[in-house]
């Protein structure tokens, strides 16, 4: 599983990832090893995508081909359960963000300023909504370089949570896309320097 986070304003848009890819035998079982040198944020159209948790329809998706069909059923019992594919990018001259379910649905209409986030397995439910209303209040209204340095904050407190052998790595890439088209990649950042050192 993975850590995603995302939010849009007319200027800019951010979509932030940790890195961990995990390896499990089912999707609910113990993680068997994990790697984090993975990306997890890819370009895609007007700005950058992630999906998860399935890589496999993540991938499909990427490709223009995603359908519940071609999985396995357990994949594709996952996929509908869970999958949560977020995008920012440029509409109308204007930054977006935007999380979807597996069939297009939108999920979290509503304000693009406030933040949609994927949370990590084994993270408890009231302390991730403390962290992420801190993060909105941190991030309202404020320049795209306080953004940056606020999601690496949360990714910090997030990895803290969750602790080293949790789902999320303590390195983050961080997608970023502004109105006039000019979109880069932020990262990898270890937080646990990057926050120590600030």
């Not at 609910?28 to 007007?46: H, I, L, N, P, R």
């Not at 357990?74 to 979807?100: D, H, K, M, P, Y």
């Not at 999601?151 to 949790?166: F, N, S």
């Not at 990649?185 to 320097?193: F, K, Q, R, T, Y």
Request: aromatic share 8%; with cysteine.
């Amino acid at each position: 599983m993975t850590f995603l986070v995302a939010f849009a304003r007319p200027d800019f848009a951010l979509l932030a990832s940790d890195t961990r890819s995990t390896t499990r035998p089912a999707p609910d079982a113990a993680a068997t090893s994990f790697s984090d040198d993975g990306v997890k944020v890819f370009q895609w159209d007007t700005g950058w995508l992630a999906s998860g948790p399935s890589v496999l329809f993540r991938d499909a998706l990427l490709k223009g081909r995603a359908a519940i069909g071609d999985l396995e059923p357990i994949e594709a019992a996952l996929v509908r359960e869970r999958q949560l594919t977020i995008s920012v990018g440029i509409r109308n001259g204007r930054c977006f963000r935007r999380a979807e379910k597996w069939d297009g649905a939108e999920r979290f209409i509503g304000d693009q300023d406030l933040p949609v986030a994927l949370c990590p397995n084994g993270s408890d439910p009231l302390t991730m909504q403390l962290l992420l209303n801190a993060y909105q209040l941190e991030i309202k209204g404020r320049a795209i370089t306080d953004a940056i340095h606020a999601t690496k904050r949360l990714y910090h407190a997030v990895y803290e949570h969750t602790g080293p052998q949790g789902t999320i790595s303590p390195l983050l890439a961080i997608a970023l896309v502004r109105a006039s088209g000019v979109r880069h990649l932020v990262g990898p950042i270890h937080v646990l320097e990057e926050v120590a050192h600030a």
